[in-house]
């Protein structure tokens, strides 16, 4: 069973930054592809940034891209999420992902096709 845990939400002013981080278990979790979304109240969950699992091929949304930056330790079993200059139109609840098989290179970017997430830390912009 695929377990991931994130942590490092809170409330921050605009320009300020933030670091998530999301913690696997449960499969050789270094094989995997992984990924971060975010959701906000009535809108669909959306992609921020995908890594693979060598850490080599990462993608970004267009709305994080220049200001985020996703990493990964596989010994530790930990994706990150590196949020800087953030904007109040990043607030948001952040969710980690974990792609279905080993063969996917970057997560796909609709949530609906992804099965494992974690609860969710909630990130907070003011203006």
């Known amino acids: 069973q695929v377990q991931l845990v994130e942590s490092g939400g809170g409330l921050v002013q605009a320009g300020g930054s933030l670091r998530l981080s999301c913690v696997a278990a449960?499969?050789?979790?270094?094989?995997?592809?992984m990924g971060w979304f975010r959701q906000t109240p009535g809108r669909d969950r959306e992609f921020v940034a995908g890594i693979s699992p060598d850490g080599e091929t990462i993608l970004y949304s267009v709305a994080v891209r220049g200001r985020f930056t996703i990493s990964r330790d596989g010994a530790k079993n930990t994706v990150y999420l590196q949020m800087n200059s953030l904007k109040p139109e990043d607030t948001a609840v952040y969710y980690c992902?974990?792609?279905?098989?080993?063969?996917?290179?970057?997560?796909?970017?609709?949530?609906?096709?992804?099965?494992?997430w974690g609860q969710g830390t909630q990130v907070t912009v003011s203006s």
């Open positions: 449960g499969r050789t979790d270094s094989s995997y592809s």
């Open positions: 992902t974990q792609a279905r098989s080993p063969s996917t290179i970057v997560v796909p970017q609709t949530a609906s096709t992804l099965d494992y």
